[in-house]
């Protein structure tokens, strides 16, 4: 069992930058961010191998990057000129042997 730990959310203004990471009790593979925002379904956001190669959804190319630090487990999005629409609880996801593992989310509100 794998456990997930987010931090870096907040209340932030539009354009303005925030920093996202996650920290995993285990070694882990592919490594990423998910979003959902009320009323919709959650997204995809950001991806990246145990080797660092990313993916990124249209909506936050440009705009994040996502790295990871093995030996510490953790994964981070630096999120950059945040809109409204960017508010939304975000998810880090991990994925290992086969088995997929969640955290329980950190709110990210972007005021207008």
């Known amino acids: 069992q794998v456990q997930l730990v987010e931090s870096g959310g907040g209340l932030v203004q539009a354009g303005g930058s925030l920093r996202l990471s996650c920290a995993a009790s285990g070694s882990i593979g592919v490594m990423g961010w998910y979003r959902q925002a009320p009323g919709k379904q959650r997204e995809l956001v950001a991806l990246i191998a145990s080797g660092g190669s990313t993916n990124y959804a249209d909506s936050m190319k440009g705009r994040s990057i996502i790295s990871r630090d093995n030996a510490k487990n953790t994964v981070y999005l630096q999120m950059n000129s945040l809109k409204p629409e960017d508010t939304a609880v975000y998810y880090c996801?991990?994925?290992?042997?086969?088995?997929?593992?969640w955290g329980k989310g950190t709110l990210v509100t972007v005021s207008s």
């Open positions: 996801n991990a994925r290992r042997l086969g088995m997929e593992y």
